[in-house]
């Protein structure tokens, strides 16, 4: 259906100060005020007539403002602010920066309006380890905080390391996966072009044809702990159907992860340090990292090896005889600091949501996170829902306005209430948001243990 939006102006300043009608279906009514921050990142302001007095501030809002779930909450009382991710994030990415600015963006709202009732700290991506970051080192402004796909920059480029230098290992000794170029035309850290993507696109082909192959690949996805399924290209695979399972495995691998060798965003972490690898394998036994796997996957794995009278052990020792990675103590300098990494430690209600099939932030990462919390007995302040989603941050209007309703019912009462899907999918359904939402069990996706936690001070 077309939608026509009706602008007032009643105002103009350096702000772009005005006055609002968004959405003439819903006829709901704002002050908005946008503009540009010193550093030249783009912001936006909204506040809706009968306005709540709860602020949701989203690293990424001024890049969205219109979509459906800005206009959602709008309806439903919130006022919204946010930025935009800047055009030199690629190279100059800090998350520490961008909590910076979004404190500036409280700064102008309260000069503008108010302060707020209450401020929850919303984000997908790196909008959702920002929102980490907050809730854990910068919460003095902030009531609650709900990370959505969040990724953990060193613990994710490992989880990508451990699965590609598999793959170099077993089908590709002579191509790399660490100390790879930019080799973006659009400038943007996710997928390079150029003879390395193809060449790797190319192995993965040729392996993908062959027994031998097609065990080498389900074995690189187990150790890796990445997902088997986040194309859309294919069914979600039973998980005891070892071929579909396997098939799965391989269109993630080369329709998803080939596209980054080394894994999804490597550049944009690494050019956060001056360029400095910050993954390591160095003392990882990967027979260690294959038995904490998922249990489905490793059975796979097991009959795949059988099925083309492959050694396993003999692979895993292959992987484990392989020149190891050494992360540069520059680069983990930067990332071990408030804000860029992670200490399961909030300080604030926190609450994550996450996708099973995500491909950029793999599913592990939580349970990574989850065990911290409970070593520092957080749990009182920290929970989790999982969606039967395969993309990366794909969560619809019903599964934002749950979560924004589960963290409002933690703030009125002291209490979380149930987060089971059951409870969340009835919850959303009577939200009336236009979708229904998809939340699900995570158990048979886990992994034994996530393989690499990276807890501060400790390389």
Not at 32 to 37: A, D, F, Q, V, W
Not at 147 to 160: S, Y
Request: net charge negative; charged share 20%; aromatic share 10%.
């Amino acid at each position: 259906m077309m939608r026509t939006k009706m602008v007032l102006i009643l105002a103009t300043s350096l702000a772009g100060l005005a006055y609002c009608a968004a959405d003439t279906l819903a006829q709901t009514r704002f002050t908005e005020e946008r503009s540009t921050l010193p550093d030249g990142t783009f912001y936006v302001m909204r506040v809706p007539d009968g306005w709540n007095g709860t602020l949701i501030r989203d690293l990424d809002y001024a890049g969205r403002a219109d979509n459906a779930l800005g206009r959602y909450l709008l309806e439903q009382g919130y006022a919204l602010a946010g930025t935009r991710r800047h055009a030199l994030r690629a190279f100059q990415y800090d998350p520490v920066r961008e909590i910076e600015n979004l404190n500036r963006v409280v700064d102008l709202f309260e000069g503008r309006w108010r302060r707020p009732d209450r401020i929850i700290q919303y984000g997908c991506s790196g909008g959702g380890h920002v929102t980490l970051g907050v809730a854990e080192s910068f919460p003095a402004r902030i009531d609650g905080a709900i990370a959505l796909a969040a990724h953990t920059p060193v613990w994710l480029m490992n989880t990508f390391l451990d699965g590609w230098f598999t793959l170099q290992a077993l089908i590709a000794p002579d191509l790399p996966v660490v100390n790879l170029p930019f080799q973006s035309s659009g400038g943007t850290a996710h997928g390079i072009e150029g003879e390395i993507r193809d060449t790797w696109r190319q192995a993965i082909n040729r392996a993908q044809e062959t027994p031998e192959g097609r065990a080498r690949i389900a074995l690189a996805v187990t150790i890796g702990q990445w997902p088997e399924y986040s194309t859309g290209l294919v069914a979600r695979p039973e998980l005891d159907d070892v071929y579909s399972l396997q098939h799965s495995m391989y269109h993630n691998t080369y329709d998803r992860y080939a596209n980054n060798p080394g894994g999804e965003a490597r550049v944009m972490f690494e050019s956060a340090a001056n360029g400095q690898q910050l993954s390591w394998n160095t003392g990882i036994d990967y027979r260690e990292l294959f038995e904490n796997g998922n249990e489905s996957f490793k059975r796979a794995v097991r009959t795949l090896y059988q099925e083309a009278e492959l050694d396993l052990d003999a692979d895993l020792a292959r992987i484990n005889a392989a020149p190891r990675v050494e992360a540069s103590p520059h680069a983990l300098a930067f990332w071990d600091a408030p804000g860029r990494n992670v200490t399961g430690n909030p300080r604030i209600p926190l609450l994550r949501m996450h996708e099973i099939g995500d491909y950029q932030v793999p599913m592990g990462l939580t349970q990574g996170y989850t065990q911290l919390i409970e070593e520092n007995g957080k749990g009182d302040l920290y929970r989790i829902a999982y969606v039967e989603s395969a993309t990366h941050c794909g969560f619809n209007v019903a599964e934002s306005a749950v979560a924004i309703e589960t963290m409002m019912r933690r703030l009125d009462t002291g209490s979380w209430g149930p987060v089971d899907p059951a409870s969340l999918n009835a919850l959303g359904a009577s939200m009336d948001a236009g979708v229904a939402p998809r939340f699900i069990d995570n158990g048979p996706w886990t992994v034994k243990e996530y393989n690499r936690i990276w807890r501060p001070g400790t390389r």
